[in-house]
């Protein structure tokens, strides 16, 4: 199984950007798919998850309202649209799969990409 994220890059503050991933390997239908972060000198923290139906996601807080996650399950993938950037979103965002219920927990996922690096300029 493979997962890799892509869409990362240098952005300036107010500024929007889209991260893709694209899982193969296996079918994550009935799984759900997320994004995480690691900011330098911090843990990783969860951004959001989408349960395989599209009808149940959940955020965190600081990304409620600027983030939103999408998928599209006949390409195995899951997009974070991010909009209204700010320097604290700088960070490696990494994609997770495979989740068997709507969860924040990163241990709860089995798949995990390489990560894409999003910069945020002030």
């Known amino acids: 199984v493979q997962v890799v994220e892509s869409g990362g890059g240098l952005v300036q503050t107010g500024g929007s950007l889209r991260l893709s991933c694209a899982a193969s390997?296996?079918?994550?239908?009935?799984?759900?798919m997320g994004w995480f972060r690691q900011a330098p000198g911090k843990e990783r923290e969860f951004v959001a998850t989408m349960f395989w139906s599209g009808s149940s996601t959940s955020y965190a807080n600081s990304v409620k309202g600027r983030f939103t996650i999408s998928r599209d399950n006949a390409k195995n993938s899951v997009y974070l649209q991010m909009h209204s950037l700010k320097p604290e979103d700088t960070a490696v965002y990494y994609c997770?799969?495979?989740?068997?219920?709507?969860?924040?927990?990163?241990?709860?996922?089995?798949?995990w990409g390489q990560g894409t690096q999003v910069t945020v300029s002030s």
């Open positions: 390997g296996r079918s994550f239908e009935n799984y759900a």
């Open positions: 997770a799969a495979g989740a068997v219920v709507l969860t924040s927990r990163q241990d709860d996922y089995d798949y």
